[in-house]
Structure formats: structure tokens, C-alpha cells
């Protein structure tokens, strides 16, 4: 679940994209689609500077064979953290280089089957290998669309089942945000 959040974290900031540059990959590693997003950062940038609002929503979570009195106690769990929002700074550094491992930390398990960004739209699908010690594979779908100042997306999450997670685990999120102006230094 881990490799799951970074990737969503680091995925949402770039859907905040112009629609100049356009990015086009299959069956590529992760490492390959930064290389594209980089040289597409050469004909225009991604991403405005500033502060970006972001607000998340769990729609669903479904963790197949789950005793129901903890899916009970999940979902109340997740009502009361439902729709997060939070503020991040993102400098004219940030825009022109991004860290190496923006997308998904030091992840190299990942691989995607499509990811496509352009004219205005975000649709990805990203399959992450379980690894080694019991770990859960995983397949990750991002739909959305984007303008330079704020983006929609509807992501989607599977697990296949390891250590304690028989059934594996489904999720549903949407992310919606939008650039509220300068940094001040208070965001996250």
C-alpha cells in the first residue's frame, strides 16, 4: 500500500499539466515514462508554481474476506478522515527538476501498461510487483483531466492478496485541486 501512496502523491501534482506537452508510453518502467516526462519539460512546462489545494476523497474500499465487524470499523475509520484537503508548495525548482524518484520513491517494482498525458487528459494503468516477504502485488488506474492551474482525477487501486490480506484489497479515490496562488511557506 505504501508504493500506492507515493505513486498517487507524486502522480496528482503532474496532472496539473498545460496541454502543449504531450507524453505517450507502453508497457514502459517507471524510469522510462520520467525520461519522457523530462523530455517533454524541454517544449513547455508541466507544472505552474505555487500553492496547490488538493482535496482527496475515498469513494470505496473492499477488502474481500474481511471479518465484517473490522469492514465495519474501516469504513467508519475512513467517513471520518473523508476528504482530506491539503496544501502543497511546488517552487520554479520543483517545475524544473523534479527529483529522479517523483513518481513512486525508490520504487523499481513498477512498471506501466499504458500512461498517456495529453490535451488536456491524464489515463494511466501501473502494475507493481509484489516483491520479496509476503508483499501484495498491485494495479493502479488514473483517469482524469487537467488545465495548468487544476485537475480532476479518479484513481483506483488493487491488491492481490498477501500476508493477512487473503482476498487482496480494491479502493476507489478521487483527487480534485487547483493552484490558490504563491507559496507562503506554511504548506506541507
Known amino acids: ?3 500506492a501512496i507515493l505513486i498517487v502523491a507524486a502522480a496528482l501534482p503532474l496532472a496539473a499539466c498545460n496541454k502543449q506537452p504531450e507524453v505517450h508510453a507502453r508497457n514502459a518502467s517507471v524510469a522510462e515514462v520520467e525520461s519522457k516526462m523530462r523530455d517533454a519539460r524541454e517544449s513547455g512546462s508541466f507544472i505552474r508554481p505555487g500553492k496547490w489545494q488538493t482535496k482527496t476523497t475515498v469513494e470505496d474500499i473492499s477488502v474481500p474476506g ?3 465487524e473490522f469492514a465495519d470499523q474501516m469504513k467508519k475509520t475512513i467517513a471520518m478522515h473523508q476528504e482530506q484537503t491539503f496544501e502543497t508548495c511546488l517552487t520554479e525548482e520543483d517545475v524544473r527538476k523534479p ?3 517523483f513518481f513512486t520513491g525508490k520504487n523499481n517494482e513498477c512498471r506501466y501498461d499504458h500512461f498517456t498525458m495529453a490535451g488536456g487528459k491524464i489515463d494511466a494503468e501501473m502494475r507493481c510487483d509484489g516483491g520479496k516477504g509476503g508483499q501484495q502485488g498491485m494495479t493502479m488506474t488514473m483517469v482524469g483531466s487537467y488545465s495548468p492551474d487544476a485537475y480532476q482525477m479518479q484513481m483506483s487501486m488493487k491488491s ?3 500476508e493477512g490480506m487473503e482476498g487482496g484489497m480494491a479502493m476507489t479515490m478521487r483527487s480534485d485541486a487547483k493552484r490558490v496562488g504563491a507559496c507562503t511557506g506554511k504548506e506541507s
Request: overall charge negative; glycine content about 16%; cysteine-free.
Open 160 to 162: 492481490q492478496g498477501g
Open 1 to 3: 500500500m505504501k508504493p
Open 66 to 68: 474481511m471479518p465484517a
Open 99 to 101: 527529483s529522479e524518484d
